[in-house]
């Protein structure tokens, strides 16, 4: 199970966001990604591996953690960031979504 | 131009089937496991089903085990979703995937195509 805090998430454009998402077990080898989910856009990879940036994304998008906690920052929000954000999983099977977190102005 | 484009959703009624489509260009479509993953109305997103890039493996989530079938014409560049004996708590938006490594997760997505099961 992942659970992602807070739900909501009220910032202004270059405030620093950061998103929680915890996972019950522990997630080996640290298996878990960052997806950005804009209304009618196709969702993005933002994360892998938990810190590994997908290609493109920009420096100021970026992962950590390991085990059950993990993190992801935004240093500078732009006007575009503003977005839903879900982690998932793929430790095990079947791979599974956090209930998302939405960045808002 | 690297891109996923569903199509074949619908509104449909309970018990009905509907086959959903994704065509894929830009990329070497048989190199990459390719997904399924779906959004209900105000919920999260939703593993559906998974297609090794060989075909050799194919999985599904519980909830729609014995009633949906992922399937790819590698000649066609296109993947397929039959969902059949649909429910109401099908309806969703349904997006197509890609999976570089086969390793579940998803680097390329489309933009959905939309399922309403009603009577």
């Known amino acids: 199970v992942l659970t992602q805090s807070p739900a909501t998430l009220s910032l202004s454009p270059g405030e620093r966001a950061t998103l929680s998402c915890g996972a019950s077990?522990?997630?080996?080898?640290?298996?878990l990604a960052w997806y950005q989910h804009r209304p009618g856009l196709a969702p993005r990879l933002l994360i892998y591996d938990a810190s590994t940036r997908a290609t493109g994304i920009p420096d100021r998008f970026s992962g950590s953690g390991s085990g059950t906690d993990f993190t992801l920052i935004i240093s500078r929000l732009e006007p575009d960031d503003f977005a839903v954000y879900y982690c998932?999983?793929?430790?095990?099977?079947?791979?599974?979504f956090g209930g998302g977190t939405k960045v808002e102005i | 131009q690297v891109q996923l484009v569903e199509s074949g959703g619908g509104v449909v009624q309970p018990g009905r089937s509907l086959r959903l489509s994704c065509a894929v260009s830009?990329?070497?479509?048989?190199?990459?496991?390719m997904h399924w993953v779906r959004q209900a109305p105000g919920r999260g997103l939703e593993w559906v089903a998974m297609?090794?890039?060989?075909?050799?493996?194919?999985y599904y989530a519980d909830s729609v085990e014995g009633r949906f079938t992922i399937s790819r014409d590698t000649s066609k560049n296109t993947l397929f979703l039959q969902v059949s004996s649909l429910r109401v708590e099908d309806t969703a938006v349904y997006y197509c995937?890609?999976?570089?490594?086969?390793?579940?997760?998803?680097?390329?997505w489309g933009q959905g195509t939309p399922v309403t099961v009603a009577s």
């Open positions: 297609i090794s890039n060989d075909e050799s493996q194919k």
């Open positions: 830009g990329f070497s479509f048989n190199s990459c496991g």
């Open positions: 077990p522990s997630l080996r080898f640290n298996y």
């Open positions: 995937a890609r999976d570089p490594n086969q390793r579940f997760w998803f680097d390329l």
């Open positions: 998932q999983q793929y430790r095990s099977s079947p791979p599974t």
